[in-house]
């Protein structure tokens, strides 16, 4: 109650921040005047005159203002469109590494324009990051016509461009790409031996359209980039064919969590299963099958709580994602954990190999590695808490630059699905007739493919938009506001092109006009397209605008939200409505039996709609519900990968030491110093006499790693029975053999021998424990039946695994590089090839292991190594 008072004394915390925005309004405007008198190239000269001010020790908020208005000309001289007031806010907000809130229509698009050239000006480049490869390349294109006039080159970062095409586009002053696309070059820099290999520079700025999607929906799935690992298909189709002795008796499901577990039933049926088919031949739970053990759970996962055609759909013979909040495939996505491959199993599809972690991060440390981060969406505030928990982002809601007009009706719930789906009919057909164009937004494939359906029946003319027809998506949503018009669409997050009532013009002009090549027949065709569009936009604009119709309620208010933000546009009439029923998802898993039971009571008849307050409040409990666990998700995967981030932010800077490293020297003999001192130290002991130490087990130690052939009698006469004389004596007579590597070969030669086992010994043992860390992850919850919490317990393995990690890693390059051979061959071009190679007595065959430990082919690895 002292917060609503407060808020309409004061105004909120948004109307107050906006308030102190007003000045920095004025001053952009104030220079509107002259800068618009300005010629072309005087325009231009601007951007050098800006460097030149952050070059004399100006601050980029000094310049801020006039930037803006040179960006404001630059945008109506170029593209026709100048910022609303509204949008230079929203640039503002941006700018000082917030969240900026502009409804659907409102051109954030345009928006990050200005932040994007301010940024750019200091040199150290910006990322423009966007949902998909066509709104990338699309907006690159069309807002790069603004930053190429003002002398800014634009580059674009696409799923098809070459390592050479990504390093130019980094480059660039403004680069437009994808939030994986992003993260996955990341990850490759982080796995390239050579400087000039990498792609990417420092991570400067990001402004992150659809932050929204980007951060909070996509922020439960972490980026990796994997390797095939050994093949296990048959074990999938053997463990796939006892699903069908599966019945729902045998296992207890948790739709909420999609969980699902085998209860003591099941386990004995499927036990008996596998000793019949030869799968196993021991208890289930036994050490040796545990790997089969995670193989039924998968199966069981695929077959009775992952859906076709809603999270997966099947294409091409492959199984493919569906992104539960966008509708769109997921190309090149697949589920972890053989989830994929047992979904390969179940749809009878060619089976892909199980891949192996080899890097790893999730988007929450992905976009925290930059100096500064934005974002714009049309639906940010319902998570304005976790966007500044986690990212120290302020979520700002941006006024409009015309009132909305829309009306929003209250949810209509029926009791069955049927009766649902024939309300819905009934509106369409009843709407259609009356010329509005119409919107129907669906949570899944399955249900937009039903309604098509029905609406197929009733004889109304439509379009599918889904993840199977998302190729057109553009097309189809750019006509979606003509007359009569209806679109089917499974979610509308992050499309990038608006509904236009009476249609998009310039997509209509370009369709009509592209293949007349007479200057009069297309100023002909081009005055009468415009005349009928005016009078088709005023025609839907009197049907009431663009009607928005919602099949249920998303798990998310944010999607639902997105949804409805579809209709309104820039002031245009509309109107939405949500048709709902008790077997919906969201109403049937979350609690809704008092619900069901009240409208039985009041005897509800076929067809009759429930309209109520109390109706609204279960639904909105509901979803916060939904949403609460989901923040819970994206919180407890953000909490583990923090400790692997830890020890990924030691290896990958351990990589760029030594990649930028030109004397490796130093680092190579403080490692040989502290592999020698672990030895001594782990077979003796400073407090014990020296027929107390371990001998045999230093002297088997010594040899295999530094290939010597030390006897106990040698060491004990040498080491003058104290573990710091043997130490130092051990280090002086290994040092010595790197001496005379050094003398023999150069300096340079060995240097570079050493810096290629540090990196590919440390790749591969990283992998190693990526691997390894995904097992323990997946094992860890077990701890909480013994009252241990799982997290502190997985801090507490993982750093005892890592420092064994950094220990194995020091030895093996020893290992490596005392058994190091250096031969030279003189080729045609009579350039000397160094060949490095990690053998032992006897050479290594061409395709061979190599002995280094990366898991390559020798002629892949250390035999392809070259000076």
């Known amino acids: 109650m002292l917060k609503f008072i407060g808020n309409k004394i004061f105004g909120t915390a948004n109307q107050r921040y906006l308030t102190t925005l007003k000045p920095i309004l004025n001053q952009i405007n104030e220079f509107e005047p002259q800068i618009s008198q300005l010629s072309d190239e005087e325009l231009q000269a601007k951007t050098n005159y800006f460097k030149e001010l952050l070059a004399k020790g100006s601050s980029l908020d000094d310049i801020l203002p006039e930037s803006f208005a040179v960006v404001r000309e630059a945008s109506k001289r170029v593209l026709g469109q100048r910022h609303y007031d509204e949008q230079l806010i929203g640039g503002r907000v941006l700018h000082h590494g917030n969240i900026a809130e502009m409804r659907t229509g409102e051109g954030k698009t345009l928006v990050a324009t200005l932040p994007a050239y301010l940024n750019a000006l200091s040199g150290k480049g910006v990322h423009v990051v966007t949902v998909n490869d066509y709104l990338a390349k699309r907006d690159a294109e069309w807002m790069g016509k603004i930053y190429r006039f003002l002398g800014l080159s634009?580059?674009?970062?696409?799923?098809?461009?070459?390592?050479?095409?990504?390093?130019?586009?980094?480059?660039?002053?403004?680069?437009?790409?994808?939030?994986?696309?992003?993260?996955?070059?990341?990850?490759?820099?982080?796995?390239?031996?050579?400087?000039?290999?990498?792609?990417?520079?420092?991570?400067?700025?990001?402004?992150?359209?659809?932050?929204?999607?980007?951060?909070?929906?996509?922020?439960?799935?972490?980026?990796?980039?994997?390797?095939?690992?050994?093949?296990?298909?048959d074990l999938y189709l053997k463990v796939d064919k006892l699903m069908k002795h599966i019945t729902?008796?045998?296992?207890?499901?948790?739709?909420?969590?999609?969980?699902?577990?085998?209860?003591?039933?099941?386990?004995?049926?499927?036990?008996?299963?596998?000793?019949?088919?030869?799968?196993?031949?021991?208890?289930?739970?036994?050490?040796i099958n545990i790997h089969v053990l995670g193989h039924i759970n998968q199966a069981l996962r695929a077959h009775?709580?992952?859906?076709?055609?809603?999270?997966?759909?099947?294409?091409?013979?492959?199984?493919?994602?569906?992104?539960?909040?966008?509708?769109?495939?997921?190309?090149?996505?697949?589920?972890?954990?053989?989830?994929?491959?047992?979904?390969?199993?179940?749809?009878?599809?060619?089976?892909?190999?199980?891949?192996?972690?080899?890097?790893?991060?999730?988007?929450?440390?992905?976009?925290?590695?930059?100096?500064?981060?934005?974002?714009?969406?049309?639906?940010?505030?319902?998570?304005?808490?976790?966007f500044k928990e986690i990212y120290n982002l302020s979520v700002y809601e941006i006024p409009t630059h015309l009132p909305v007009k829309r009306q929003d009706e209250d949810d209509e719930v029926y009791r069955t699905e049927k009766e649902k789906f024939n309300a819905i009919i009934k509106l369409v057909e009843a709407r259609h007739k009356a010329n509005q164009p119409i919107l129907i937004g669906t949570t899944s494939i399955e249900k937009s493919e039903t309604l098509s359906e029905l609406l197929k029946k009733a004889n109304v003319k439509h379009q599918v938009l889904n993840a199977k027809y998302h190729e057109q998506e553009a097309q189809i949503i750019a006509q979606a506001g003509r007359k009569g018009a209806v679109m089917i669409a499974t979610n509308m997050a992050g499309r990038g092109t608006d509904i236009v009532l009476g249609g998009n013009l310039e997509k209509l002009l370009l369709e009509t006009t592209q293949n007349i090549s007479d200057p009069n027949k297309v100023n002909e065709i081009t005055a009468q397209i415009k005349e009928q569009h005016a009078l088709e936009k005023q025609e839907v604009m009197d049907a009431g605008g663009l009607l928005v119709i919602g099949t249920e309620r998303h798990e998310s208010r944010r999607v639902d939200n997105q949804l409805r933000g579809r209709s309104g546009r820039q002031g245009d009439p509309g109107y939405t409505k949500f048709f709902l029923s008790l077997e919906d998802d969201l109403m049937r898993i979350f609690g809704t039996e008092r619900l069901s039971a009240t409208m039985l009571r009041l005897g509800m008849e076929e067809g009759v709609a429930l309209s109520h307050p109390?109706?609204?409040?279960?639904?909105?409990?509901?979803?916060?519900?939904?949403?609460?666990?989901?923040?819970?998700?994206?919180?407890?995967?953000?909490?583990?990968d923090d400790v692997m981030n830890q020890q990924r932010h030691i290896i990958y800077d351990q990589r760029m030491e030594f990649i930028n490293s030109e004397n490796l020297e130093d680092s190579f003999l403080e490692q040989l110093h502290d592999v020698i001192t672990l030895l001594v130290n782990e077979h003796t002991s400073a407090k014990k006499l020296p027929e107390f130490w371990d001998l045999e087990g230093l002297v088997h130690r010594l040899n295999k790693i530094f290939n010597k052939e030390y006897t106990e009698e040698q060491i004990l006469e040498l080491a003058d029975l104290t573990p710091d004389s043997l130490i130092n004596y051990l280090y002086t007579e290994l040092k010595q053999y790197f001496d005379e590597q050094v003398s023999q070969y150069g300096q340079e030669v060995v240097i570079f021998a050493i810096k290629r086992f540090f990196l590919l010994n440390l790749d591969h043992l990283w992998k190693e424990h990526l691997l390894a860390l995904d097992h323990l992850r997946q094992g860890i919850g077990l701890r909480a039946y013994g009252q241990k919490d799982p997290l502190n317990e997985y801090k507490v393995e993982s750093f005892r695994m890592f420092k064994a990690l950094l220990e194995m890693w020091k030895i093996t390059v020893m290992e490596r590089f005392y058994r190091m051979k250096i031969s030279?061959?003189?080729?045609?071009?009579?350039?000397?090839?160094?060949?490095?190679?990690?053998?032992?007595?006897?050479k290594t065959g061409r395709n061979s292991p190599c002995g280094c430990g990366s898991g390559k082919k020798y002629k892949y690895c250390c035999g392809k190594v070259m000076a």
């Not at 500064?372 to 998570?383: D, L, N, P, V």
Request: net charge negative; hydrophobic share 35%; with cysteine.
């Open 824 to 842: 030279f061959q003189e080729p045609e071009e009579t350039k000397v090839i160094t060949q490095i190679a990690s053998v032992t007595s006897e």
């Open 304 to 386: 009775f709580i992952m859906k076709k055609d809603v999270d997966y759909i099947v294409r091409s013979h492959k199984v493919m994602i569906v992104d539960e909040f966008t509708g769109r495939v997921l190309d090149g996505r697949r589920y972890s954990e053989g989830l994929h491959q047992a979904l390969e199993a179940k749809e009878n599809v060619p089976i892909q190999n199980e891949n192996q972690t080899l890097a790893s991060i999730t988007f929450q440390n992905y976009f925290r590695l930059y100096n500064k981060i934005s974002g714009m969406t049309g639906t940010a505030m319902t998570e304005a808490p976790e």
């Open 154 to 233: 634009v580059g674009c970062i696409t799923n098809q461009v070459s390592d050479r095409e990504r390093k130019e586009a980094y480059q660039c002053d403004i680069t437009y790409g994808t939030n994986n696309e992003f993260g996955f070059d990341y990850l490759r820099d982080n796995m390239r031996y050579n400087l000039a290999d990498m792609v990417q520079r420092d991570l400067n700025f990001a402004i992150i359209d659809e932050v929204d999607s980007i951060l909070i929906d996509e922020a439960r799935t972490p980026l990796i980039i994997s390797g095939p690992s050994d093949d296990k298909s």
């Open 614 to 640: 109390w109706v609204t409040k279960a639904l909105q409990k509901a979803q916060f519900k939904v949403e609460a666990r989901n923040y819970d998700i994206r919180k407890n995967l953000l909490k583990y």
């Open 248 to 287: 729902p008796e045998h296992y207890d499901m948790d739709e909420k969590n999609k969980t699902l577990y085998l209860n003591d039933e099941g386990m004995n049926v499927v036990e008996e299963l596998l000793l019949q088919e030869g799968i196993i031949d021991s208890n289930l739970y036994d050490d």
